[in-house]
């Protein structure tokens, strides 16, 4: 592992982004799925919505009425996802409730175990992952407290984010997953810089503070040497 000091401020801007996140995913999903009920556009929802925030069609609970109704097109549909990004890799929940809690690990490991936290770039991508990450984790985990029609507990992602574009319908996705593609792609972002640009931002702060302490040594050391006044 790296010895290099890693500046608290990164520590601070790490925790608080993760935090955020993390807030703003649970925050959203909590309030529309107990708003329209879910799952959308189940002619029997398994539980009715409150609906005192988002306009609804009357005849179907789990949706909102289109907020955007051109070509593009996007409202509100909760629903459930047993698998990853996108609706990939269907009913393996554990799996990736399993590689969600290694990355819960790693991130924290990587950053400041082997100071990838110099970069600023790089604390704030996996900040971001890792906020998206705990988001999703919560909701595989079955924290959220939705359950089946029998009662049982349900241990899927909450989507409700839907995007249409002409007859193509993007899949349902969540501000988790938001987070998880912006860190993500600033990762590749990261990885397609020069050695020499992300290297010097990874040593910046180090170059300033061995600047500093040579400073100062030769300060004292010219207090030290310097001839006694004449008389």
Known sequence: MSTLRIPASRVILFVLLTAAALTVDLFS?????????????????????????????ITREGESKPYLNGWMKFRLLTSFN???????????????????????????????????????????????????????????????????IDGTPLPAVRDFLLFTFGNFHWPVFNFADVFLVTGASMLVVHSLLPMGSTASESLASEGQDVQKATEAGIQQGAIVTSPPPSR
């Open 29 to 57: 999903k909590s309030v529309v799925f107990n708003d329209l009920g879910y799952p959308g556009a189940d002619p029997n929802p398994t539980t009715a919505g409150l609906h005192d925030r988002f306009s609804f069609p």
């Open 82 to 148: 047993r698998g990853a990004l996108w609706g990939l890799g269907q009913d393996y929940t554990w799996l990736f409730a399993g590689l969600s809690m290694a990355a819960v690990v790693g991130i924290p490991v990587w950053l400041f175990g082997f100071s990838a936290a110099r970069s600023l770039w790089l604390t704030v991508a996996l900040a971001l992952i890792l906020g998206g990450t705990l988001g999703n984790l919560y909701d595989r985990i079955g924290l959220h407290g939705c359950t089946n």
